[in-house]
DNA sequence: ATAAATGTTGTATATTTATGCATATTTAAA
DNA sequence: TTTAAATATGCATAAATATACAACATTTAT
């Protein structure tokens, strides 16, 4: 059934649109949207997407996708390192250089490990040279595509 | 009766330190410390650190400071950022030049502004070279030493 | 110094959340 | 298809957590 899956995006959604402070309310909401369950299902479904119920900063609580958040906040400094660094990109066969600004491929060339791109299977960094070795079968239009719509903040 | 700043002070020792699940669990790890208070009094102190209840991967929940993790996150990234491009710093007046690889400077400048540091008026960057104006009344000394206390990873 | 305002705590309790168990539903295997 | 295993759910309830209220302590203003 993936009755539940369903559910777990709307739930998702939910949470992050809205302040809300007690299962009962966003069972409430579900009920709204047709999807009916019992305040046991809601409190599995909350553990399953790692949901935490985090103390406002003036008073009462309210749920949160912590872990997200996190990846979040991570994700958009790597996006920044490349934004701050790139120049310019090539391929060639399984390889993309990357051109940097001085100083910077260090950084960017991080960067683009910490997005772990199933694509990249390695990066090597100079002084304004990114190496990166892509995985066979991918062309360079694939990988830039998809790497746009994976990253909307990217200005590659 | 600054009793209660000792009790938050140790509660979140505690958390960071251990994988605690319930109020109860904490409340014994408390008194093993001799700090005695109720669960309600407790309740209220995790309100007030914002401690939530984290799911954990596996099963089960955790305590967890999330609110300050984000900020370490984040503060690690500046303080990685200045690192990074950081060649050298001198004072004349209430002014400070950073000089910096070529190219990191705004990266630089940035770092230091999240880094909210009240001695720091404000900060404009070039290609490698940042300015900072410097509140009035601060020696060079007294600034640096600061910044050295209260970030310990920065190499300055 | 006294009164008023503010902050802290425990008790008792309401509210909220998690879970054991039985049942139903889905998925995989034969 | 039938059967077996795995997964999902509701019900009832246990467990965990938050809070109203009253008592007391501390700070602030007069």
Same mark, same amino acid.
């Given at each position: 059934?993936?009755?539940?899956?369903?559910?777990?995006?709307i739930i998702k959604k939910?949470?992050?649109? +809205?302040?809300? %402070?007690?299962?009962?309310?966003? #069972?409430?909401?579900?009920? $709204?949207? !047709?999807?009916? /369950?019992?305040?046991?299902?809601?409190?599995?479904?909350?553990?399953?997407?790692?949901?935490?119920?985090?103390?406002?900063?003036?008073?009462?609580?309210?749920?949160?996708?912590?872990?997200?958040?996190?990846?979040?906040?991570?994700?958009?400094? +790597?996006?920044? %390192?490349?934004?701050?660094?790139? #120049?310019?990109?090539?391929? $060639?066969? !399984?390889?993309? /250089?990357?051109?940097?600004?001085?100083?910077?491929?260090?950084?960017?060339?991080?960067?683009?490990?910490?997005?772990?791109?199933?694509?990249?299977?390695?990066?090597?960094?100079?002084?304004?040279?990114?190496?990166?070795?892509?995985?066979?079968?991918?062309?360079?239009?694939?990988?830039?595509?998809? #790497?746009?719509?994976r990253f909307p903040g990217?200005?590659?």
């Amino acid at each position: 059934m993936n009755e539940r899956k369903d559910r777990l995006k709307i739930i998702k959604k939910m949470i992050k649109e +809205n302040k809300i %402070d007690s299962q009962e309310k966003l #069972l409430e909401l579900l009920s $709204s949207k !047709n999807f009916n /369950v019992t305040q046991a299902t809601l409190s599995r479904d909350l553990k399953l997407l790692k949901v935490s119920k985090v103390p406002d900063t003036d008073r009462g609580y309210y749920y949160s996708l912590v872990e997200e958040e996190l990846q979040k906040v991570s994700e958009e400094r +790597n996006i920044m %390192d490349i934004n701050r660094g790139f #120049l310019s990109i090539n391929f $060639s066969g !399984n390889m993309g /250089v990357v051109r940097t600004f001085s100083g910077h491929a260090m950084t960017v060339a991080l960067a683009f490990d910490n997005l772990e791109l199933e694509e990249i299977i390695g990066t090597i960094a100079g002084d304004d040279t990114v190496f990166m070795v892509i995985k066979e079968g991918m062309t360079p239009e694939n990988f830039l595509e998809g #790497l746009r719509n994976r990253f909307p903040g990217l200005e590659i």
